[in-house]
């Protein structure tokens, strides 16, 4: 069964903080995401990677980084974490040429205080 | 304009009913589409591709219209358990890295 874990489900921190989010995907997946998900906005996308070491800016990449040294692992970094930055977090992976087929891990829903 | 627009809802139907989503987008090179389904605090799954000519998967029917840009969603004998959030999902033109773009999601809540 095809499984994408995320580090924690729930976190709590404090504003200036430096968060990171860990996604470990166990299918070989060239792809990696992140997302964030917010009331009315549905999911927006952070980063992506398609390759170790690769990464492409999404949507919305302000206030965050990424990083990708090895292919089952894609963080999501928050340099100072700011409470416009508490949101629930998704991370995806897909496999090179199937679009389609994006897993996505149980979330982290990040509360900055 | 958002690049994928989605009725946020909520649709509250009876059991049985037939219910009816529509997904609008706004790049008509879009590549792909494909309707995802996410449960109360669960992430979202994939529930069914979308084809040019229409395709069905038991009680769901999907449907996509290039001239006018939009995709739909049909469920037939809504049950209890079909009650989530329906996410619209497109493929852009300009793809790379196997991106998609999400709709905001229509809420469904199925009564007895």
């Known amino acids: 069964d095809v499984k994408v874990t995320q580090s924690s489900r729930y976190l709590v921190k404090r504003t200036g903080e430096k968060v990171f989010l860990e996604c470990v995907q166990d299918m070989d997946h060239e792809n990696m995401f992140w997302y964030r998900q917010d009331p009315g906005l549905g999911l927006r996308l952070i980063y992506f990677s398609y390759d170790v070491k690769m990464k492409e800016k999404g949507d919305i990449p302000e206030g965050y980084s990424v990083s990708r040294e090895k292919k089952e692992r894609f963080s999501l970094i928050l340099e100072s974490a700011s409470t416009n930055q508490t949101s629930m977090y998704l991370c995806?992976?897909?496999?090179?040429?199937?679009?389609?087929?994006?897993?996505f891990g149980p979330g982290t829903r990040l509360t900055v205080t | 304009r958002k690049e994928v627009e989605q009725d946020p809802g909520p649709f509250n139907v009876p059991e049985g009913a037939t219910v009816a989503f529509n997904c609008t987008y706004s790049?008509?090179?879009?590549?792909?589409f494909f309707w995802y389904r996410q449960d109360c605090r669960k992430e979202p799954k994939l529930l069914m591709s979308?084809?040019?000519s229409g395709n069905e998967d038991g009680r769901f029917t999907a449907q996509l219209n290039r001239a006018s840009q939009y995709i739909s969603l049909l469920i037939r004998d809504s049950k209890l358990s079909d009650s989530a959030t329906y996410l619209c999902v497109v493929v852009p033109s300009y793809n790379q890295g196997g991106k998609l773009i999400f709709g905001q999601g229509t809420e469904l809540s199925v009564k007895p």
């Open positions: 979308v084809y040019s």
């Open positions: 995806a992976s897909s496999a090179r040429g199937q679009v389609l087929s994006q897993y």
């Open positions: 790049n008509s090179a879009s590549q792909s």
